[in-house]
């Protein structure tokens, strides 16, 4: 069940923080579509924090501190209320 949370989180983020990304959409406009990609993926905090989401879900593990003890987390892994 807490995977199932936990992908909806990526899912909430993405529709929240990139979908309508000012700078991914500039830098497609002027670089192109890998180079901004590339800079979602290395630089971007966002995407930073899905790579890890994604990466520790592939493992089984399913909080990208990959503490057990979940110490820490808040600072990890945002959650997302629908209730804004």
Same mark, same amino acid.
């Given at each position: ?16 923080? /990139? ?6 959409? *500039?830098?497609? +406009?002027? #670089? $192109? ?6 800079? /979602? ?6 995407? *930073?924090?899905? +790579?890890? #989401? $994604? ?14 003890? *979940? ?14």
């Amino acid at each position: 069940m807490e995977r199932k949370l936990i992908i909806e989180q990526i899912s909430e983020i993405l529709d929240t923080y /990139c979908q309508d990304c000012f700078v991914k959409s *500039n830098f497609r +406009k002027e #670089y $192109g579509k890998t180079y901004a990609q590339s800079f /979602c993926i290395h630089t971007c905090t966002v995407g *930073n924090l899905l +790579k890890k #989401y $994604g990466e520790n879900l592939s493992h089984g593990q399913l909080y990208p501190s990959g503490k057990e003890n *979940n110490e820490g987390l808040e600072r990890n892994m945002p959650i997302l209320d629908r209730d804004y």
